[in-house]
């Protein structure tokens, strides 16, 4: 925000949450399929019985 301090200090709660991007508009949210999209391209690497993950492909 490059505000000088006395600036910073000075605001009200509401004059920060606008000043750091509280009213800009939100982004779209991540979509079931999405998720599964994701969950597929980047799946999680199973755990051996001592809780340490598995080497790729096993």
């Known amino acids: 925000m490059r505000l000088p301090p006395e600036a910073f200090w000075a605001m009200t709660p ?3 949450h606008a000043a750091a ?3 800009a508009p939100r ?3 991540l979509s079931r399929a999405g998720l ?3 969950m597929e391209r980047f ?3 199973p ?3 001592a809780g ?3 080497p790729e492909g096993g």
Do not use: Q
């Open 36 to 38: 599964v999209g994701m």
């Open 43 to 45: 799946p999680d690497r």
């Open 21 to 23: 991007g509280g009213l």
């Open 27 to 29: 982004t779209a949210v």
């Open 52 to 54: 340490r993950r598995c």
């Open 14 to 16: 509401a004059e920060f």
């Open 47 to 49: 755990f051996s019985p």
